[in-house]
């Protein structure tokens, strides 16, 4: 196994410990403080590390058939789990998250029928606009529970949780259309 692919499998392990570390105080009555470090710092290792396996295969020319299926598997499975955490303590609404799971699972059964096939689908500019909103409502999403948590920026956080929202209604646009586009793709290919 190669180093990209060390880093990918490393995001897959380390996922479960951002669910964890996200409840740590439902469950423990405190550690809010230590909570919101290590959802932050996982946070941005997870997100980290997903720019760096890419960077490192593709400039050593290390880009193998195995981190082509763990790449998207690791990023779906680090993102659901952010997602999970959100709609489970109310911060984003589940309609949303239901909508995001659906297209999740629907591209993962779609790659395997068009990997059977020997028939890869490019990623469109919906797929690009989708990974992004994804990635803001990571962020803003982590933002917003750690400053909760620490009593920080009290004065920001009715903007930034109207913000979130929008975002959370942009990702699940983007879910929708992107699944739609890739759909599409799909069958002009085969």
Do not use: Q
Not at 26 to 45: E, P, V
Not at 100 to 123: D, P
Not at 143 to 168: A, G, T
Request: net charge positive; glycine share 6%; aromatic share 16%.
């Amino acid at each position: 196994m190669n180093l990209p692919n060390k880093i990918t499998v490393a995001r897959i392990v380390v996922a479960p410990l951002f669910f964890i570390s996200y409840f740590l105080p439902a469950w423990t009555g405190s550690f809010n403080t230590l909570s919101s470090i290590l959802i932050l710092s996982i946070f941005a290792g997870i997100e980290l590390s997903d720019f760096l396996d890419g960077y490192i295969a593709r400039k050593y020319n290390l880009v193998s058939d195995l981190g082509k299926v763990l790449d998207p598997f690791a990023d779906v499975l680090s993102r659901i789990t952010y997602f999970l955490c959100f709609a489970f303590t109310g911060l984003m609404p589940l309609w949303i998250f239901l909508i995001i799971i659906y297209r999740e699972l629907g591209i993962t059964f779609f790659r395997m029928m068009m990997m059977e096939r020997g028939v890869v689908v490019a990623a469109s500019v919906w797929g690009k606009l989708k990974a992004i909103t994804y990635a803001v409502s990571g962020v803003l999403g982590v933002l917003y529970v750690s400053f909760e948590r620490l009593d920080l920026f009290s004065n920001i956080l009715n903007p930034l949780r109207i913000s979130l929202i929008v975002v959370f209604y942009l990702s699940a646009f983007a879910a929708v259309v992107s699944f739609l586009a890739y759909l599409k793709a799909s069958k002009e290919t085969s």
